[in-house]
C-alpha cells in the first residue's frame, strides 16, 4: 500500500519536486502494485481456517477483478486527451481555450471517466456501500473474522492507506494536482485529497450495501460497458478536432 505513494507527485514549488520517482508509466506502477491487495485478502482468509473468512477473501477477490477492468478503462479518455501515462504531464496538462492558456482540472473533459473511476474506486477499496467482503451482517466480518491485534492493524491500515492513494490519484488526474490558484502547491494538493476523501465518507454514510448479486451486475453489466463506450466516444471526438 505504502509502495504506491512512491511515484505519486505531491507538488512543484520554487523548483523542488515533492516526489520520489518520476516515471514516465507511473499510473502503471500503481496499478500493478494496488493489484496485489487480492492476494493478501484471499490468502489472510484462507490462512484463517474459518469458512466465513474465506467466502469473505473469495468476495473480495471476484469483486476486485470485477472492478479493476472499468477503473482501468476510466481513465483511458484522460490518457488519450493528454498522449502521456506521467502523472507529472498529465497534471501540468496545458489547454488553449480562447484568451486562456494554461492547466485545467481535466474532470471538465472527462466527467464520465470520472463518476466510473469513483464508483469503480470504492468498489476496488472495500468502502460502503461496496464492502462486501467484510460484510458483518452476513459473513461476521469476513476475512478479518480470525484476525486482532496488530495483524488486523495491518490490514485496516492498507485499506485506508488505498483510499487515501484513489483519492491522490483522482486529485492529480481530475483536479489538476496541486494547482489552486496562490495556494502553495503542496497544501493545494493535499486540501484537494481531503475534499476527495470526504466524497468517500459521504457515500458510506448516504448508501446501504448492496446485494452481491446487483454489485456483479453492476460492475459487469453497466460500468464495463459504459467505461467502453466512454473510450470510444472520447477517440471519435479527438480524431475529429484533430487530436
Known amino acids: ?6 511515484v505519486i507527485p505531491i507538488g512543484l514549488w520554487y523548483n523542488v519536486q515533492y516526489w520520489i520517482a518520476d516515471v514516465n508509466v507511473g499510473i502503471l506502477v500503481i496499478f500493478a502494485v494496488s493489484s496485489l491487495n487480492v492476494y ?3 490468502l ?3 490462512a484463517s481456517n474459518n469458512k466465513y473468512s474465506l467466502l469473505g477473501g473469495l468476495r473480495s477477490a471476484a469483486q476486485l477483478i470485477s472492478y479493476e477492468m472499468a477503473l482501468g478503462l476510466a481513465l483511458v479518455p484522460t490518457f488519450m486527451i493528454v498522449g502521456s501515462l506521467r502523472l507529472r504531464e498529465i497534471v501540468e496538462y496545458t489547454v488553449h481555450w480562447g484568451p486562456y492558456t494554461g492547466p485545467i482540472p481535466l474532470i471538465l473533459l472527462t466527467p464520465v471517466g470520472f463518476i466510473i473511476y469513483v464508483i469503480a474506486a470504492t468498489a476496488e477499496t472495500n468502502r460502503t456501500p461496496f464492502d462486501l467482503p467484510e460484510a458483518e451482517q452476513e459473513l461476521i466480518g469476513g476475512f478479518l ?3 486482532s491485534g496488530l495483524k488486523f492493524t495491518m490490514y485496516y491500515l492498507a485499506e485506508y492507506l488505498n483510499v487515501i492513494t484513489v483519492s491522490a490519484l483522482a486529485t492529480l488526474l481530475f483536479f489538476g494536482g496541486w494547482y489552486l490558484w496562490v495556494v502553495p502547491p503542496v497544501l493545494a494538493f493535499f486540501v484537494k485529497v481531503v475534499l476527495v476523501l470526504f466524497l468517500y465518507i459521504w457515500l458510506r454514510g448516504t448508501f446501504p450495501r448492496l446485494r452481491y ?6 460492475g459487469w453489466k453497466v460500468l464495463l460497458p459504459l467505461a467502453i463506450a466512454n473510450v470510444v466516444v472520447t477517440a471519435i471526438i479527438l480524431v475529429a478536432v484533430g487530436g
Open 1 to 6: 500500500a505504502f509502495l504506491a505513494w512512491s
Open 40 to 42: 493478501a485478502i484471499v
Open 44 to 46: 489472510g482468509g484462507y
Open 145 to 147: 473474522t480470525e484476525y
Open 213 to 218: 448479486d446487483t454489485l456483479m451486475r453492476l
